[in-house]
């Protein structure tokens, strides 16, 4: 069965500087991978995806995510931080039940300092 | 603007009591789903709906009834609940229920308090 690990529960940036939260996944086959964000009260916004092809991902709001099959890592980063960015991140594997439902992390929460 | 709407945002119930949460989807989705979130856990799946044809269960309990009339709506009947069951509730939806890579568009929730 797949899972995905985000090994962080909380990290602090201060506002400009870049961010790298980190997620590792298990699955057999290649994996569909993506990024959530959920601001306070509100629900799962897709950030960016991964099937295939190019292993760098830009998705909205200035994030990008790179695959890593190597060490099974999808990992989501920002050059520049702004307070508006502090949310929590989920990371989300694609699961085999034979529909699109999703196996999520536990989620990081970012903080951003001023 | 979300294209997938839940109602009410909050609530507060009894264990005795019966309510329903609501969602509803513009986007031409053909799949909804109910995830429950609660703290320190990731998303749990509760139910699928693939053409108003419910796929998977997940094994939740009883107490929870899901209906889904039509493909745009998506209702979840609450009864007799525990106090643990008190979460953020969320509907999403996606347009390719069969493809593993269609991404889910969710909804802001339902924050439910079983007292």
């Known amino acids: 069965a797949q899972s995905v690990t985000q090994p962080d529960i909380h990290i602090t940036v201060s506002e400009g500087a870049s961010l790298e939260l980190r997620c590792n996944y298990s699955?057999?086959?290649?994996?569909?991978l993506f990024w959530y964000v959920q601001s306070p009260g509100q629900g799962l916004q897709l950030l960016l995806k991964y099937f295939s092809g190019d292993t760098l991902v830009q998705g909205i709001k200035g994030f990008e995510a790179e695959f890593k099959r190597s060490q099974s890592s999808f990992n989501l980063r920002k050059p520049s931080v702004h307070w508006s960015d502090a949310a929590e991140y989920f990371c989300a594997v694609g699961e085999d039940s034979g529909y699109s439902t999703l196996t999520f992390g536990k989620g990081t929460m970012l903080l951003v300092s001023p | 603007e979300t294209g997938v709407t839940q109602t009410p945002r909050h609530l507060v119930m009894g264990m005795t009591n019966k309510k329903s949460l609501k969602c509803e989807q513009h986007l031409g989705h053909n799949a909804m789903y109910w995830y429950k979130q609660s703290a320190k856990k990731p998303l749990e799946l509760m139910f699928v709906?693939?053409?108003?044809?419910?796929?998977e269960n997940n094994s939740v309990p009883s107490r929870f009834s899901p209906e889904c009339p039509n493909s745009s709506h998506l209702f979840l009947h609450l009864h007799t609940l525990q106090p643990e069951d008190s979460a953020l509730y969320l509907c999403a939806s996606s347009q390719n229920p069969r493809d593993r890579g269609s991404p889910l568009h969710f909804g802001n929730g339902t924050r439910l308090t079983v007292t």
């Open positions: 699955y057999g086959a290649t994996p569909y």
């Open positions: 709906y693939s053409l108003e044809e419910r796929v």
